[in-house]
């Protein structure tokens, strides 16, 4: 009898392991094929929002070329021009105002005669100024005067900078007579710079190419610029890799695509998209990502949940555990009892069939559950996807054509005010004031539109360089000035001599300057606007203190979201544009009102680097 009891003992402690053996085998089965679903599945996703970023910046470099483009129009339509005037006081001046406005852009604008001499030129300060060359032998020159049209150039190096230029031709209006052409040049890899990263290979990368399949700028090797991509240095750097030379051909077929391919730097992600202008593809880029960056973001989701679940599993096996113990320690001391023995013994077979049942249930919600987050997913994701090209295309499409109605305004403004001899001709002027206030408050709304996009598909992009904030400080405060017209307002700033250099995006830090005091001025009717930059311990603190009517109680504790405004003269993205820009720079930004009950104060921080804050640290020494 006790033998018998002992081989019962055996068979019911081995018929529990296999059991928790087999447990364990199909919970890791449909565990790592539900792992293998979901990063399947995070990979499309990764895949498809990397193409819509890719769109994004190809529409957004067009965007911008053809802003460039319609400024050469305005050039070339101007009343100097037409005048044939092509070297007078009045183009130069005309020249310079669209050259400060387009130089984030462009490094050169000229202008050649009607025997393509250049005659007039921009460019930054030192520079060649090529004046009296004769340009005629370009191939851009000839195709202007031959198509009589827009001319975007394929890539070339002048003086150990890679560019492109953009032409447009002068042709008079009343006798179709060709007068010569405006251009610019634009410094490919700085242009490019401003939409992505050109330079580093370890992460995400911009590749640009011209319609030749020269690359204009790429982040692999700045060697390769200026190589064409299937000559001889290129395709030995990528070994030949078909897939790569597939995806390129498709993409300067003017198509979009995407590939996963490894040329022996490791495997790649790459989304292609033509840059259209005119409903024409000109340029081309790619986004390329290292997939060991995705693949790292979504293991770390798969290592979450397989340690929930595996606690979940091994919480059920440690109960088994100590069910076995008991059963154990129970038998032995009631050896002599076998009937009791048997009932309770089945009684716990019956209750670990029961468990394991239970783990059963368990494994088949985990895949139910894990199929209706994935349908969500899905759901969400067209949605979401719907709502950004939605006010993607919707923000280009009301700046494509601002430009254009902006600078014919001017030039039909300076016409008029040229030929002033009325109060009928002052009335006209007034209401050209009106059309190009307002256009410049509908090219703000385009821009802070397209900087919400950025922000909340995480591409908002920084280039930083080193430069003087109060140099910056000055000509925003300068150009606010400029706008104050009642002269009930005054702006106050108390100068520092000395020069205080940080490391940031300029333009955006402008920005953000720009837009905190342009809010000032709009709810101060009359008073003072104070500006104070203080420099104390790793930052440096900007505050602006106005006597206006203050923050609304209601729109306080929202100030910094999206459309939080009670304004009719904004929109309530600025605040939220800058917040962001500041945090971006690991900065950050807050506002209150004032204890005295008058105005409020909007202020920013940002960080000092090592090297500012020894040089701020010497000088307080």
């Not at 183009?91 to 387009?102: E, G, P, R, S, W």
């Not at 921009?122 to 370009?138: Q, V």
């Not at 307002?438 to 909340?456: F, H, S």
């Not at 920005?511 to 008073?527: D, M, P, R, W, Y």
Request: aromatic share 10%; net charge neutral; glycine share 6%.
């Amino acid at each position: 009898m006790q033998l018998l009891s002992g081989r019962i003992k055996e068979t019911v402690i081995i018929s529990i392991i296999v059991i928790v053996i087999l447990s364990y085998g199909l919970f890791f089965y449909l565990q790592s094929i539900t792992e293998s679903n979901i990063r399947d599945s995070l990979f499309e996703q990764q895949k498809m929002r990397q193409m819509e970023s890719t769109q994004q910046i190809s529409e957004h470099i067009g965007s911008d070329i053809s802003l460039a483009t319609a400024m050469l129009e305005t050039l070339a339509n101007s009343f100097y021009l037409q005048q044939g005037d092509v070297a007078g006081d009045g183009i130069k001046k005309l020249m310079k105002d669209k050259y400060i406005q387009f130089n984030t852009v462009i490094d050169r604008l000229f202008i050649l005669d009607k025997d393509d001499i250049m005659v007039n030129s921009f460019a930054p300060l030192g520079s060649e100024t090529f004046l009296g060359i004769d340009f005629s032998f370009r191939n851009w020159v000839k195709e202007t005067r031959k198509g009589l049209t827009p001319v975007f150039s394929a890539g070339f190096e002048r003086q150990d900078v890679y560019r492109i230029f953009i032409t447009y031709p002068v042709i008079n209006t009343e006798n179709g007579q060709y007068i010569g052409l405006v251009g610019a040049s634009i410094p490919t890899v700085n242009f490019f710079a401003h939409y992505g990263n050109v330079r580093d290979i370890n992460s995400q990368f911009l590749v640009a190419f011209d319609r030749n399949a020269t690359l204009l700028a790429v982040g692999a090797s700045q060697d390769l610029i200026g190589k064409n991509f299937f000559g001889y240095e290129v395709q030995q750097f990528i070994n030949h890799n078909k897939i790569l030379n597939n995806l390129t051909q498709n993409l300067l077929a003017g198509n979009f695509g995407h590939a996963v391919y490894d040329y022996g730097e490791g495997e790649r992600l790459t989304t292609a998209y033509p840059i259209f202008v005119n409903d024409k593809p000109i340029y081309f880029i790619q986004l390329v990502t290292p997939t060991s960056q995705i693949y790292s973001g979504i293991n770390d989701v798969l290592v979450a949940e397989r340690v929930k679940m595996f606690s979940l599993l091994a919480g059920t096996t440690a109960a088994i555990a100590v069910l076995i113990i008991f059963l154990i320690k129970w038998s032995s001391t009631l050896a002599n009892e076998v009937k009791k023995r048997t009932k309770e013994l089945s009684v716990s077979n019956q209750q670990l069939y029961s468990k394991t049942s239970e783990l059963k249930i368990t494994n088949e919600s985990l895949i139910e559950s894990n199929k209706k987050l994935e349908s969500a997913n899905k759901q969400l994701e067209v949605h979401d996807k719907m709502q950004k090209d939605f006010i993607n295309i919707a923000a280009h499409e009301l700046r494509t054509p601002i430009q254009p109605i902006l600078a014919l305004a001017q030039v039909l403004r300076s016409r008029k005010e040229k030929n002033n001899n009325g109060k009928e001709i002052e009335e006209e002027i007034s209401l050209l004031d009106a059309v190009i206030r307002n256009a410049k408050r509908l090219q703000r709304l385009a821009e802070d539109i397209l900087d919400v996009t950025k922000i909340e598909s995480h591409s908002l992009t920084l280039h930083k360089e080193r430069f003087n904030l109060n140099e910056v400080i000055s000509n925003t405060i300068q150009d606010i000035r400029n706008q104050i017209s009642n002269g009930k307002v005054k702006l106050l700033y108390e100068f520092d001599k000395d020069l205080l250099f940080i490391e940031a995006d300029k333009e955006r830090i402008t920005q953000v300057i720009s837009n905190l005091l342009s809010n000032a001025v709009k709810f101060t009717k009359e008073g003072t606007i104070s500006i104070q930059v203080e420099k104390k311990d790793s930052k440096v603190t900007f505050n602006i203190k106005d006597t206006g009517t203050g923050i609304d109680r209601e729109i306080l504790p929202r100030l910094f979201s999206k459309f939080a405004t009670k304004s009719f003269e904004g929109t309530g993205l600025g605040l939220f544009v800058s917040k962001s820009i500041i945090e971006a720079h690991r900065g950050k930004m807050w506002a209150q009102n004032n204890a005295d009950g008058k105005g409020a104060t909007f202020s920013f921080s940002l960080p000092l680097t090592k090297q500012e804050q020894q040089q701020l640290k010497s000088a307080n020494t």
